[in-house]
T-cell receptor
Framework: DAMVIQNPRYQVTQFGKPVTLSCSQT?????MYWYQQKSSQAPKLLFH???????NEADTPDNFQSRRPNTSFCFLDIRSPGLGDTAMYLC?????????????FGPGTRLTVL | AQSVTQPDIHITVSEGASLELRCNYS??????LFWYVQSPGQGLQLLLK??????LVQGIKGFEAEFKRSQSSFNLRKPSVHWSDAAEYFC?????????????FGTGTQLKVEL
């Protein structure tokens, strides 16, 4: 089945220790998104890639970076995690072309910063 | 900027009872509206979406939603709830951006189903 896969599902890191979260997709979608969802809050878009074009949200902290080496993979790098970065991180994909295209979500990576 | 309000944080219904989850949006133009469901430990799954046309939208798993422009609402309904519907439900409004689609979510409604 075509799907969005996130690894690892659970990640614990120490304050200030860089961490990388991985997302892969078999849907061959042009667009890949990263959302942050803190406990009892709405998912919040951090950034997205349209093919290789990176689109950062204005309020995404500089601490968060992303890489997309090819169509299938996208990585979220947190350079110096703080306690406030503890959250679920959701990856999603969609076809390009606008609002009508459904986003398909992965199961998420739950990150805990100690 | 667009925003979504889901006034009910938690709702409990009995199995077989009807369900309505409320959603109010703020958006300057014609809204693109979505309902997603998130089961524990899972990603978000699209239930239904509205772009234009018929204001009553049918989705998967027996859900429907009605768009009411005058009330800025997009409430989700189901005539008879099943125990497996227990999950968190998110309403979202979409806007095109950078070739993609920026979803702005509400804070969600946690649904509990009593047997």
């Amino acid at each position: 089945d075509a799907m969005v896969i996130q690894n690892p599902r659970y990640q614990v890191t120490q304050f200030g220790k860089p961490v990388t979260l991985s997302c892969s997709q078999t849907l061959n979608h042009n667009v890949m998104y990263w959302y942050q969802q803190k406990s009892s809050q709405a998912p919040k878009l951090l950034f997205h890639y349209y093919d290789k074009d990176f689109n950062n949200e204005a309020d995404t902290p500089d601490n968060f970076q992303s890489r997309r080496p090819n169509t299938s993979f996208c990585f979220l790098d947190i350079r110096s995690p703080g306690l406030g970065d503890t959250a679920m991180y959701l990856c999603a994909t969609s076809r390009a072309g606008g609002v009508s295209n459904e986003q398909f979500f992965g199961p998420g990576t739950r990150l805990t910063v100690l | 900027a667009q925003s979504v309000t889901q006034p009910d944080i938690h709702i409990t219904v009995s199995e077989g009872a009807s369900l309505e989850l409320r959603c109010n949006y703020s958006y300057g133009a014609t809204p693109y509206l979505f309902w997603y469901v998130q089961s524990p430990g899972q990603g978000l799954q699209l239930l239904l979406k509205y772009f234009s046309g018929d204001t009553l939208v049918q989705g998967i798993k027996g859900f429907e939603a009605e768009f009411k422009r005058s009330q800025s609402s997009f409430n989700l309904r189901k005539p008879s709830v099943h125990w497996s519907d227990a999950a968190e439900y998110f309403c979202a409004v979409g806007a095109g951006t950078g070739g993609g689609n920026k979803l702005t979510f509400g804070t969600g409604t946690q649904l509990k189903v009593e047997l």
